[in-house]
């Protein structure tokens, strides 16, 4: 039991772990490139941004569905797929506002 659950953490975890990595290694390009630090105080707030419109697209739904699942084993692959519809359908809306709304959320952050 406790090697699965390692063996899960570690495939959900790499996800994180290789999009911390990869900002770290585009530091240095980032550094040469932007030769403002103003400049790169544009990724770091898109970063930011990142961070919280990934709370808002899966609004805590992994946590959720997998505390359920702990619960309701007889039913999961239905409660799997209806948790995935709702977060491909929110995801998809959320992101043609986005693209819709692009210009004037860029002028908004002054960007």
Known sequence: MLKKLLG????????SIFGRALNFLLLPFYARVFADTAEYGIITDL??????LNIVFTFGM????FRF?????????????????????????????????????ASLLGY
């Open 8 to 15: 899960e953490t570690a495939l959900y975890g790499l996800s």
């Open 47 to 52: 970063y930011v941004l990142m961070a919280f």
């Open 62 to 65: 992994e946590t959720t569905f």
């Open 69 to 105: 699942a702990t619960k309701h084993q007889e039913q999961l692959e239905r409660y799997f797929r209806l948790a995935l519809s709702v977060l491909m359908f929110i995801s998809m809306l959320l992101t043609a506002v986005i693209f819709v709304l692009a210009p004037s959320i």
